[in-house]
């Protein structure tokens, strides 16, 4: 099965604060996706790789950054969180040309 | 800009088929349909795919129409923890970019 997993579940943070979100998958995907879901908005791409150290960016980049050092590692950055920035954050990867798999999310509160 | 149109909610019974309807009217030949859903506080999970043949798998059973406008989902016996959002997402494959954009989704709530 393909496991995608992320750092935490639920984070709380104050306005300002430098954030790192993980995601790890263990089936050596070469494409790796994060997404924000926010009520009445469906989920909505931020940025995406195709391979190491690549990185395309999204419908919605901005207050955002990534890094993929390793191929089976992708974060995704809040250089200084805003309280709009306070969403459920979701982590994919899939291989090329095929299905996209899901981590369970990651709740963000910015104070 | 989700290319696909859902009606917002829907139930069944417990034990009956599920029949979740999509239309897609300007799909691309080279475009896939795909069946996600997502159980509240959760990430989205895959259910199945097709071009333009029926599929069925462990899941569910994907029916598109001949014109390839639209498609149903078929859950065959719904059950409570079947109850989410369902998303029907058209995507064509093209190399490197294979981003999925969803739409609002079907809510599905099933009764015992």
């Known amino acids: 099965d393909v496991k995608v997993t992320q750092s935490s579940r639920y984070l709380v943070k104050r306005t300002g604060e430098k954030v790192f979100l993980e995601c790890v998958q263990d089936?050596?995907?070469?494409?790796m996706f994060w997404y924000r879901q926010d009520p009445g908005l469906g989920l909505r791409l931020i940025y995406f790789s195709y391979d190491v150290k690549m990185k395309e960016k999204g419908d919605i980049p901005e207050g955002y950054s990534v890094s993929r050092e390793k191929k089976e590692r992708f974060s995704l950055i809040l250089e200084s969180a805003s309280t709009n920035q306070t969403s459920m954050y979701l982590c994919?990867?899939?291989?090329?040309?095929?299905?996209?798999?899901f981590g369970p999310g990651t709740r963000l509160l910015v104070l | 800009d989700a290319k696909t149109t859902q009606p917002p909610s829907m139930d069944c019974a417990e034990g009956r088929a599920a029949n979740l309807p999509c239309n897609h009217s300007t799909i691309s030949g080279n475009e896939y349909v795909y069946w996600y859903r997502q159980i509240h506080s959760q990430g989205p999970q895959y259910i199945i795919h097709?071009?333009?043949n029926n599929e069925t798998n462990e899941m569910a059973s994907l029916i598109i129409t001949e014109d390839r406008k639209s498609s149903t989902l078929i859950l065959p016996h719904a059950t409570l923890r079947d109850t989410a959002v369902y998303y029907c997402?058209?995507?064509?494959?093209?190399?490197?970019?294979?981003?999925?954009?969803f739409g609002k989704g079907i809510t599905l709530s099933v009764r015992p």
């Open positions: 097709g071009l333009k």
């Open positions: 994919a990867s899939s291989t090329r040309q095929e299905t996209q798999y």
């Open positions: 089936m050596d995907h070469e494409n």
């Open positions: 997402i058209v995507r064509a494959y093209s190399g490197a970019n294979s981003k999925l954009t």
